[in-house]
């Protein structure tokens, strides 16, 4: 029996005889942390508490005094095993034929956190022998320091600090003397003085403890007074910053299993937070319920600020859905793109591109496409195209650059969320009819920030795999788009000289609005940092108007205050390598005369060499109606008040226009447009355009049906 029971002794103590942070070390926990240390998310399911854990002479003095003397008071006296406890517990139990009292000492409490068994007379002896061989390999330090962290709570917490922020939200070096005994009195039944269900069940056993040690000169008159007068206030413990969804990003993108340093900056995470959600407040009046907002050190690629909208109220469903990372149309917050490739393809800041009505077959239909104003400006330059977000010179922006062209150049931006085929988005990807993420957005940002160059945004500061920079644009096309986006100027046609835009310190802005007004976005970037905005429904319906300018755009001017405290500042990066000339933003008059303004031009393309026209001068054009065109007789009005206007567009002045329909002639004129009464049936218009008795072009029939 004495081989037998040495061997099972040895077994069962193997397991055991390795350093408690080893032992500590093999349980499996991700713990996510801001670039400061600070936690972003607490797990309590694994078997140990790896990460709250605190030395043992941190712990606060009375704390340890108060359970050594009502756990174990001989504890630096025994070796394993309180012998005359023990042997009274005994003799109890036998007489009882059960356990109806236990005499562990702290050691064998540490043991039986290690190695759990079912609780009978003989794994109590068990645990005995075992206590005695751990003390022998391991100080009484080191076993007290492991059971004030092990030891087990009541909802998954273990360890004294766990437990003090469970039940009361503060550290340990903060409790009160009765808030301490709390914590000694809950090791003995964690759920039977659960105090958050019955928080006077622990009042008695806790008052007897503090009696006791007052006899015992362990606590001062004063403290036993405070003990048996003040209430136990109970506050339930909170992650000092709100960034679950950016926790749980991190999660979903690594596969290590420990701790996690990120690159959040969890103060500015909270700011930020406070920031959108006051916006969100004083917009929710005009349908506006969710908001996501993303900031980036560009220089660095590190992600400093990962925000939904409304997190903290965690009663709302829709706010468990990642802002962040849902796609949505970015409306004209995409067109910075658009323009830098078409710099690259040979135009300038001074480009003209005509800003005149445009209509295009849609299917057998035709949609008139606007800009927001409603206003057309006719031929103005690039930089104010873009400037003003105007929409018909994007369209003809992307006939220059190409549709497959623009959507290989996003998804060199890291745009994975436009998988479609060009044909699919067609023209209206200038104007964003694609989804992206606002994550998507902020990144294609920083490359223009960061002189063309794409690089992945991390948030881990241990990056050890960093992704090489991509060239995707030219140095002096992004220098040109961020002095565009940061020219007051450039946007006072559709924003006017007092725009939201207009930043105090340098900083290239833009907005976009997706179409009814169901995305508002606001994206920028200074010296240093990137910021995007997304405002909008989850749900989809439409805002009451709320436009990037008038929703996010306040609240990106606060995050870019914010984010320049404290710290030099400087322009916006322009390179050497462009050369500044005075140039007409207007088509001369016959005097010669134009307004005139400085404009940067790449070295190799300069005025004196490319004449910084457009390759969209206006055409003689037809824009209505479009050839297969279907249009639908309304029969509830009267025939003599259905008209349908022939138009077209490019006609130079004093030019003579001829309207041919079906082989007859419907009239002539100097006017682009006909007002022709509606008749059922299939049509053929040609249209002849003559200079005195001289035809000088003739459109191309087209042929269209009246239902």
Not at 53 to 78: G, N, Q, R
Not at 657 to 663: A, K, N, P, S, Y
């Amino acid at each position: 029996m004495a081989a037998g029971l040495s061997l099972v002794t040895y077994l069962s103590i193997k397991p055991i005889q390795k350093n408690f942070h080893d032992i500590v070390s093999d349980a499996h926990e991700m713990r996510i942390t801001d670039r400061h240390g600070v936690p972003l998310n607490i797990s309590y399911q694994s078997q140990w508490n790896n990460f709250d854990y605190v030395a043992i002479y941190d712990v606060p003095e009375f704390l340890k005094t108060a359970f050594i003397y009502s756990e174990d008071k001989d504890f630096y006296h025994h070796q394993g095993l309180n012998w005359p406890a023990r042997i009274s517990a005994l003799w109890q139990n036998i007489r009882h034929r059960e356990v109806v009292r236990g005499a562990s000492t702290i050691t064998e409490q540490v043991v039986r956190t290690i190695t759990p068994r079912p609780r009978t007379l003989w794994s109590r002896w068990l645990e005995g022998f075992e206590s005695s061989a751990l003390e022998k390999s391991v100080t009484k330090q080191d076993i007290f320091e492991f059971y004030l962290n092990q030891i087990p709570y009541a909802a998954n917490r273990r360890g004294v600090v766990q437990a003090a922020r469970y039940y009361f939200n503060r550290d340990l070096n903060t409790l009160s003397p009765k808030e301490m005994l709390a914590l000694v009195v809950l090791v003995r039944s964690p759920s039977g003085y659960d105090l958050y269900s019955s928080p006077d069940t622990i009042e008695k056993p806790l008052q007897r403890l503090a009696s006791a040690m007052q006899k015992d000169g362990l606590i001062t008159a004063g403290d036993y007074k405070s003990i048996t007068t003040d209430k136990l206030r109970l506050e339930k413990f909170t992650l000092p910053t709100e960034a679950r969804h950016f926790a749980r990003f991190a999660r979903m993108t690594t596969t290590q299993s420990d701790l996690l340093k990120t690159t959040l900056d969890s103060e500015l995470q909270k700011q930020i937070q406070s920031i959108i959600d006051n916006r969100l407040k004083s917009l929710n009046p005009r349908h506006v319920a969710n908001a996501g907002a993303l900031v980036a050190d560009y220089q660095t690629g590190e992600i400093l600020a990962w925000v939904v909208g409304g997190a903290t109220d965690v009663t709302t469903p829709a706010n468990e859905i990642d802002t962040v990372t849902t796609p949505r149309q970015p409306g004209s917050a995409l067109k910075p793109f658009l323009y830098a490739s078409a710099l690259d393809k040979g135009w300038t800041g001074a480009t003209l591109i005509n800003d005149s009505p445009l209509a295009e077959a849609v299917g057998h239909g035709l949609h008139r496409f606007k800009n927001y104003s409603n206003v057309n400006y006719g031929l103005i330059t690039l930089r104010e195209a873009l400037g003003n977000s105007l929409n018909i010179p994007a369209l003809l922006t992307i006939g220059h650059v190409g549709a497959g062209d623009y959507l290989s150049t996003l998804q060199k931006l890291g745009f994975k969320s436009l998988s479609l085929n060009s044909d699919v988005y067609d023209e209206g990807l200038a104007l964003g009819n694609g989804e992206v993420t606002l994550l998507e957005m902020v990144t294609g940002y920083a490359a223009l920030a960061n002189r063309g160059e794409y690089r992945p945004l991390h948030i881990f500061q241990q990056n050890n795999n960093p992704a090489h920079p991509v060239r995707v644009y030219s140095e002096e096309s992004t220098s040109i788009i961020g002095n565009i986006l940061s020219d007051s100027k450039a946007r006072r046609l559709e924003f006017g000289s007092g725009s939201v835009l207009n930043f105090p310190l340098q900083t290239a802005a833009k907005t976009g609005t997706s179409t009814d007004y169901r995305d508002a976005w606001t994206l920028g970037y200074n010296d240093r940092y990137v910021v995007g905005i997304w405002m909008g429904n989850l749900d989809r319906s439409p805002m009451n108007h709320v436009t990037g300018a008038s929703g996010p755009a306040l609240a990106m001017r606060s995050i870019f205050s914010l984010l320049n405290e404290n710290r030099k500042t400087k322009p916006l990066y322009l390179s050497p390598h462009l050369v500044a000339h005075e140039v007409c933003i207007r088509p001369p008059k016959p005097d010669g005369t134009c307004p005139k303004r400085n404009e940067w031009f790449m070295a190799n393309n300069q005025p004196s060499t490319v004449t910084p026209s457009n390759d969209n001068a206006a055409k003689i054009e037809l824009v209505r109606p479009t050839d297969g065109l279907q249009i639908a007789y309304d029969p509830r009005i009267p025939i003599a008040h259905q008209n349908f206007r022939f138009e077209i567009k490019g006609v130079p002045d004093k030019n003579i226009i001829q309207w041919t329909l079906d082989e007859q002639v419907l009239g002539e004129g100097i006017s682009p447009t006909m007002l022709w009464p509606v008749q059922k049936g299939k049509h053929i218009l040609s249209v002849t355009i003559s200079n005195g008795d001289k035809a000088i072009h003739t459109l191309q029939p087209v042929t269209f049906l009246v239902k």
